[in-house]
């Protein structure tokens, strides 16, 4: 079953602060985000790593708010930030961390032997925190399903264009074309098959407001159920993505109040304007109410 109608939580938009940038992270409560990831891989320069991970940690330990999920990105397993990323990472205690450039289930299990060895260290249960992983080169698009199924702990998959832009050579341009379509439409077949989030890449120009409207818009039809952010400005655009409208709203209420009646009649199918009204029909606008409510808009 996927997250969207089972987890607990909205997870329409996660919004990238680079964990040296003060300024940036006292900012982050305050924005809106539905998650917010905290970011000690590319979004930090190599030589501000220590100081980024002591302004993480004491940040993360002053928050007090449950109203956002807070994630920490570490850098990649195969680089020399990530034991000191990993043992500041659980000690800041997150809602989940982020792996960037995972290509195969035997990287997020060598992640898993370090993760599972800092949580005995630390005194907490062995597997208790959680993962998104990215997915950012054409190994790790190939090998989506067996990713999204190697782990409980395993909450989504994170597209990351630009780096599988980099790894195809290719300029990463607009992803509602090309092979970056194709993986997206990969990535959501992995991660819903497997039950978990499927959270589409950032849209590069923080200007361009119109395109990412349009590049939301797709991402929520194709199945995402949420979206990556580098900057406050596209949170509102990705929210009104990823939750229903008022007219989506009635127009559930109205098919799911057709549907009822024909149940109580002893009917399986009827139609509404011309539309096949079936049980699946249902179960998909019931999920559509259900978004709303998590959403305040019922
Ligand atoms: N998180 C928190 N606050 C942010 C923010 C972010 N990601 N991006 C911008 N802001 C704040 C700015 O600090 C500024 O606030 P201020 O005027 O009080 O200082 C306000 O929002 C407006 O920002 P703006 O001037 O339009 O943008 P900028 O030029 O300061 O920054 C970026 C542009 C792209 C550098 C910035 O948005 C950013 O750092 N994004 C994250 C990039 C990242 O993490 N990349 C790695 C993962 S892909
Ligand atoms: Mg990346």
Same mark, same amino acid.
Request: hydrophobic share 45%.
């Given at each position: 079953?996927? &997250? +969207?109608?089972?987890?607990?939580?909205? *997870?329409?938009?996660f919004l990238f602060v680079p964990g040296s940038e003060e300024r940036k992270l006292l900012k982050a409560?305050?924005?809106?985000?539905?998650?917010v990831i905290l970011d000690l891989e590319d979004g930090v320069a190599a030589t501000r790593k220590a100081e980024a991970r002591r302004q993480i940690l004491a940040f993360l330990?002053?928050?007090?708010? $449950?109203?956002?999920?807070w994630l920490i990105r570490l850098n990649g397993v195969d680089t020399p930030h990530f034991e000191a990323d990993l043992e500041a990472g659980v000690r800041a205690?997150p809602?989940?961390l982020v792996i960037p450039k +995972?290509?195969?289930?035997? &990287?997020?299990?060598?992640?898993?032997?370090?993760? &599972?060895?800092?949580?005995? #260290?630390?005194?907490? +249960?062995?597997? @208790?925190?959680?993962?998104f992983?990215q997915?950012e080169?054409? *190994?790790?698009?190939?090998?989506?399903? %067996?990713?999204?199924?190697?782990?409980?702990? !395993?909450?989504?998959?994170m597209?990351g264009?630009v780096d599988? @832009?980099a790894?195809?050579?290719?300029?990463?341009?607009?992803?509602?074309?090309?092979?970056?379509? $194709?993986?997206?439409? /990969?990535?959501?077949?992995?991660?819903? %098959?497997?039950?978990?989030?499927?959270?589409?890449?950032i849209?590069l120009?923080?200007?361009? /407001?119109?395109?990412?409207? %349009?590049?939301?818009?797709?991402?929520? #039809?194709?199945?995402?159920?949420?979206?990556l952010a580098i900057h406050?400005?596209?949170?509102?655009?990705?929210?009104?993505?990823?939750?229903?409208? #008022?007219?989506?709203?009635?127009?559930?209420?109205?098919?799911?109040?057709?549907?009822?009646?024909?149940?109580?009649?002893? *009917?399986? +199918?009827?139609?509404?304007?011309?539309? !096949?009204?079936?049980?699946?029909? =249902? #179960?998909?606008?019931?999920?559509?109410?259900? *978004? =709303?409510?998590?959403?305040?808009?019922?």
């Amino acid at each position: 079953m996927s &997250t +969207v109608e089972a987890g607990p939580r909205l *997870r329409r938009s996660f919004l990238f602060v680079p964990g040296s940038e003060e300024r940036k992270l006292l900012k982050a409560p305050g924005l809106g985000a539905d998650a917010v990831i905290l970011d000690l891989e590319d979004g930090v320069a190599a030589t501000r790593k220590a100081e980024a991970r002591r302004q993480i940690l004491a940040f993360l330990q002053a928050q007090t708010s $449950h109203a956002i999920e807070w994630l920490i990105r570490l850098n990649g397993v195969d680089t020399p930030h990530f034991e000191a990323d990993l043992e500041a990472g659980v000690r800041a205690g997150p809602d989940a961390l982020v792996i960037p450039k +995972v290509d195969s289930p035997e &990287t997020l299990h060598q992640v898993d032997a370090h993760l &599972t060895e800092a949580e005995h #260290a630390a005194a907490r +249960v062995p597997g @208790s925190l959680k993962l998104f992983v990215q997915i950012e080169s054409a *190994r790790g698009v190939l090998n989506a399903p %067996a990713i999204a199924t190697a782990m409980p702990r !395993l909450l989504g998959l994170m597209l990351g264009h630009v780096d599988l @832009s980099a790894d195809l050579g290719i300029r990463a341009g607009r992803a509602g074309e090309g092979i970056v379509y $194709h993986a997206r439409c /990969q990535l959501v077949l992995a991660a819903r %098959a497997a039950g978990v989030d499927a959270v589409d890449t950032i849209h590069l120009n923080i200007q361009d /407001q119109d395109g990412l409207r %349009a590049e939301a818009a797709q991402a929520a #039809a194709l199945g995402f159920t949420g979206k990556l952010a580098i900057h406050p400005a596209q949170l509102p655009i990705i929210h009104e993505a990823f939750t229903p409208s #008022a007219e989506r709203v009635q127009q559930a209420e109205k098919i799911l109040e057709v549907w009822r009646a024909a149940e109580a009649e002893g *009917r399986g +199918v009827c139609t509404l304007d011309g539309a !096949l009204v079936e049980r699946p029909v =249902a #179960a998909g606008e019931r999920r559509i109410l259900e *978004r =709303a409510r998590r959403a305040g808009r019922l």
